[in-house]
């Protein structure tokens, strides 16, 4: 179900009170499990065997490596978690993508080759559980964490169903704890959770969807349109799959607050970012830190000179790409940021990365302006291949940037865009500045209530007269 539909507030409107009224752990940790599973099972029943599966095979995994002392049945536990996680992932997710790049390489060196082809549903959220989990295998491999010898506790850590199908994806050793000790939200909680609600579905509702429907229509219809147009269209792009999986992750980071848990944030204003790296530091904040922790470092990260870290950099990112998507403009995305981040820390050297304006006089106003404009120009042009349903698609695009043609619509929508670019710097300069996710509890309690309850019906009259827009990371 979606997060953005009534079924999913009759859904809370069972979960939360059942979840207060229990009072022991166990009991609130068996009722969220069950609670997710339903979440979970609501789009396939039969999916939630393979969420299963995976539970079950790292718990078990996680007790035998940590009870063993031989080095060589340790990692023979961690590749058999490895195999059966990624195995699952692979086979739903990337069976018919390579298949089908056999069969093209095939038919271009002059080969008919038929191969089988599945009819395979992909399993919501699917990356992000299997991400997880291996991370709780991978942690106790490398003696950074031990065991739970609770399997609920366990189960509902992998299927905790406010972050199970987009994120973030949590470290065991931050959320496990707090599952262990399962109780009652503080008030400080419920409050900052209430607020990241309403602020991640005016962001998800209000702008995501909005800007979404536009941008679905003109990619569906790239011919129909211009380059005033298309440029619009790739520029609400970014600004739906910014408020789109943002407002998610602030919704979900909501939900755990009502549930008494705390989150990690996913997004830091990465569109006010510098440059390249800083950007990566602020966007989708769970997923670069576990390609960096479990991947980049595992690679040799930047231990091995130069000329190897660029390609331990080009490496995580294209694998990167590919975990977003079976496709090959995904991989170019992905390999555009490897290209970006390479050159960045090329440039940069020994220097570090800044990690938020500081103000030294006029001249660094216009300095970070202008950064913060040229980094999102090198991002805008990586969206383009994310969100293009094939190469020739994103050609048309480029070719019509290239070969530029004015259009008597150019106006209205420059219009439409900038209203919403607006409302997503007024959203992230409001948090960059306060240096705070719930930055409306700072405002005098009746207008953050009255500014939370306008937003809110906005919301709700939009979600009554549409019918609700999947979550962009749910095909992930």
Not at 226 to 244: C, G, K, T
Not at 337 to 346: E, Q, R, V
Request: charge should be positive.
């Amino acid at each position: 179900m979606f997060f953005n539909s009534f079924v999913f507030f009759f859904f809370l409107l069972l979960v939360l009170p059942v979840f207060y009224l229990l009072r022991r752990q166990q009991h609130r940790a068996v009722w969220l499990l069950v609670a997710s599973y339903v979440f979970y099972g609501y789009w396939d029943w039969r999916f939630c065997s393979l969420l299963l599966v995976s539970t079950v095979v790292d718990f078990l995994v996680g007790r035998a490596m940590h009870a063993s002392e031989d080095p060589g049945r340790r990692k023979r536990l961690l590749w058999l978690s490895c195999s059966v996680n990624l195995g699952i992932l692979g086979f739903f997710k990337y069976f018919n993508f390579f298949v089908d790049s056999i069969q093209a390489t095939a038919a271009s060196l002059g080969l008919g080759v038929d191969f089988l082809h599945l009819n395979i549903v992909l399993p919501v959220g699917i990356s992000f559980y299997t991400f997880q989990t291996m991370s709780y295998t991978i942690d106790i491999y490398r003696r950074r964490l031990e065991p739970t010898d609770s399997w609920t506790d366990f189960a509902l850590f992998v299927s905790f169903f406010p972050q199970l199908v987009a994120g973030p994806i949590e470290r065991a050793r931050n959320l496990l704890p707090q599952i262990a000790r399962l109780g009652r939200p503080t008030r400080t909680q419920v409050e900052e959770g209430l607020t990241l609600l309403v602020l991640g579905y005016f962001k998800k509702v209000a702008v995501g969807d909005a800007a979404g429907r536009i941008v679905d229509h003109v990619f569906g219809q790239p011919d129909l349109y211009r380059s005033p147009e298309l440029l619009a269209a790739l520029v609400l792009f970014a600004v739906q799959i910014y408020a789109d999986f943002s407002g998610y992750s602030n919704i979900a980071r909501g939900l755990a607050k009502l549930l008494g848990l705390e989150l990690m944030k996913n997004f830091e204003q990465p569109y006010l970012a510098a440059n390249i790296t800083e950007f990566w530091r602020r966007w989708h904040i769970s997923l670069s830190s576990w390609l960096r922790d479990y991947l980049y470092i595992s690679l040799g990260g930047n231990r091995r000179g130069d000329g190897r870290t660029y390609v331990n950099l080009m490496t995580t990112m294209l694998l990167g790409g590919l975990w977003h998507g079976a496709a090959w403009t995904f991989v170019v995305w992905g390999g555009l940021h490897g290209l970006y981040l390479a050159a960045h820390k090329m440039i940069l050297g020994e220097r570090k990365v800044a990690d938020r304006f500081v103000w030294r006089g006029p001249a660094s106003l216009v300095r970070w302006v202008l950064s913060v404009a040229a980094t999102n120009v090198l991002v805008l042009l990586t969206w383009l291949f994310f969100r293009a349903t094939s190469f020739d698609q994103a050609w048309y695009f480029l070719d019509s940037f290239v070969h530029w043609e004015t259009s008597a619509l150019a106006g209205r929508f420059l219009g439409i865009t900038l209203s919403f670019v607006g409302m997503v710097v007024l959203l992230d300069a409001l948090e960059y500045f306060s240096r705070s996710h719930v930055w409306p509890l700072r405002l005098p309690r009746g207008v953050a209530a009255g500014m939370g309850a306008a937003a809110m019906v906005v919301v709700l009259l939009y979600m009554a007269t549409t019918e609700p827009m999947p979550f962009v990371y749910f095909q992930f």
